[in-house]
């Protein structure tokens, strides 16, 4: 999982003599969870930097060694020799940052949003997790706007869990029923979850189309017609 042989690493390009990680060597297999103790100023969080990467794509510095994670070589240095970030990286700060990442001493403090749903979203957007939707094929919402149809749609209707099966949908869905019959348009719905597309066809919308989106999970896309 995260291999690390005789990796060192100096803040800063300077003369200074002390590495501020000396002659690192580990190996951390899949599922091991490791303490990393030490007094303060011995490199803990330097170390976690080496392991994300920031050290040295974001702060600066020399260092040698070899580290691979998750089985592919991030960097290799001859013996004695310092890495070129430009040339002897193999992998960059945003591939190495898919796989390793670190929470921070204070967690909250590494909080974007101020609810839950954008925060997972924002984390989702950044990985491009759109493009697995575009795998099993238009969504009903690109086809309407693609043929610049007027639609009304229910989007992501999440209902906390103190707040689930108390009947609370069947109203919110109603609105958006009522504002596209005055519209006199169509309502679309799309749903990941088999049960909710149940649910969604019990109060009289239509099922016209499942996509798939990997192995195991689905999209439905329902319709209500004007
Ligand atoms: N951005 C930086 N530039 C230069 N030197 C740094 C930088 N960050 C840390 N250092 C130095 O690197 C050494 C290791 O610091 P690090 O923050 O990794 O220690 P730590 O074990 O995490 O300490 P603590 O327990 O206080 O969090 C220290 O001597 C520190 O002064
Ligand atoms: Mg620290």
Redesign the pocket.
């Known amino acids: 999982m995260i291999k690390l042989k005789n990796v060192s690493f100096k803040?800063?390009f300077g003369k200074k003599k002390e590495d501020?990680l000396s002659d690192i060597s580990l190996h951390i297999k899949a599922g091991e969870c490791v303490v990393i103790t030490?007094?303060?100023?011995?490199?803990?969080?330097?170390?976690t930097r080496v392991l994300n990467g920031l050290c040295p794509n974001y702060?600066e510095g020399l260092i040698s060694g070899t580290y691979i994670l998750n089985g592919e070589l991030v960097f290799s240095s001859g013996e004695g020799k310092t890495i070129d970030i430009d040339s002897d990286y193999e992998k960059s700060l945003d591939d190495i940052g898919l796989l390793a990442g670190n929470v921070f001493q204070d967690p909250r403090s590494q909080f974007f949003s101020i609810n839950t749903t954008d925060e997972i979203v924002l984390a989702m957007e950044n990985r491009n997790f759109t493009r697995e939707f575009q795998v099993g094929g238009a969504s009903l919402e690109k086809n309407y706007r693609d043929n610049r149809k007027q639609f009304v749609q229910i989007e992501l209707l999440a209902v906390r869990k103190e707040y689930q099966g108390k009947g609370f949908m069947r109203p919110l869905v109603e609105t958006a029923f009522e504002t596209a019959k005055k519209a006199k348009l169509p309502v679309i719905v799309s749903t990941d979850a088999k049960l909710k597309k149940d649910k969604y066809e019990h109060i009289g919308m239509k099922h016209v189309n499942t996509r798939m989106l990997g192995e195991k999970s689905f999209m439905y896309d329902l319709v209500r017609e004007a």
């Open positions: 803040y800063g501020n030490g007094e303060s100023g011995c490199g803990k969080t330097t170390l702060f």
